[in-house]
């Protein structure tokens, strides 16, 4: 079974940064790989993915302040957080897609069906 394994939450002012981090040992080349985000009382939601051609989809509540990267080597997911607001409190999963070769919006729009979750990690952002 693969287990996606994040880290990196914490508490935040607004404004501020964070960077979540999410290691999927020997899994994760040809797939599809995203961040996901369920604040209490409310669905879990989709933040981005990043497909295995390397393009990247965002939300639009995300748009231009996260970022998703990879470390190929360190078999790694981020999610580099900037101009965190408090609507960007949740918390945090990384999924990465039982199948290969999802790019675009196929990636985007089909990894919740597909995926391998983390057990998440809480970011709070606060004023």
């Known amino acids: 079974q693969v287990q996606p394994v994040e880290s990196g939450g914490g508490s935040v002012q607004t404004g501020g940064s964070l960077r979540l981090s999410c290691v999927v040992s020997g899994y994760s080349s040809g797939r599809c790989m995203g961040w996901f985000r369920q604040a209490p009382g409310k669905e879990r939601e989709e933040v981005g993915t990043l497909a295995t051609d390397g393009s990247t989809i965002y939300a639009d509540s995300v748009k231009g302040r996260f970022t998703i990267s990879r470390d190929n080597a360190k078999n790694t997911l981020y999610l580099q957080m900037n101009s965190l607001k408090s609507e960007d409190t949740a918390m945090y999963y990384c999924?990465?897609?039982?199948?290969?070769?999802?790019?675009?919006?196929?990636?985007?729009?089909?990894?919740?069906?597909?995926?391998?979750w983390g057990q998440g990690t809480q970011v709070t952002v606060s004023s």
């Open positions: 999924a990465i897609d039982r199948r290969l070769g999802f790019n675009g919006f196929a990636c985007y729009n089909t990894l919740k069906d597909s995926a391998f």
